[in-house]
Nanobody
């Protein structure tokens, strides 16, 4: 089982980034995946995702309208397009199975750092 997020970096407020995540391993369904983030001193939180067999999208209120979740079923990859970035979006971003309770997930792969700063 491997989860590898990439695409982070340093961006100015108002800028954009596109994160990618390759998910391998039979337990991960590309139709039930989420993006999470963890800022320093804060708990990991669900940011966006897809569930219900790939029919329903979720976006946290703080990112709704700015972030877009997508997936490539053939490549077993998920993406997070992040626009209009704000300093409060600064965090390490991870992908994993979709859940409203990220604290219940035991396995986390490599995250990618997103820093929004002028």
């Amino acid at each position: 089982v491997q989860l590898q997020a990439s695409g982070g970096g340093l961006v100015q407020p108002g800028g954009s980034l596109r994160l990618s995540c390759a998910a391998s391993g039979s337990i991960f369904s590309i139709n039930h995946m989420g993006w999470y983030r963890q800022a320093p001193g804060k708990q990991r939180e669900l940011v966006a995702g897809i569930f219900s067999g790939g029919t329903t999208y979720y976006y946290a209120e703080s990112v709704r309208g700015r972030f877009t979740f997508s997936r490539d079923i053939a490549k077993n990859m998920v993406f997070l397009q992040m626009n209009s970035l704000k300093p409060e979006d600064t965090a390490v971003y991870y992908c994993n199975q979709f859940t409203y309770s990220p604290g219940t997930l035991l396995h986390w792969g490599q995250g990618t750092q997103v820093t929004v700063s002028s």
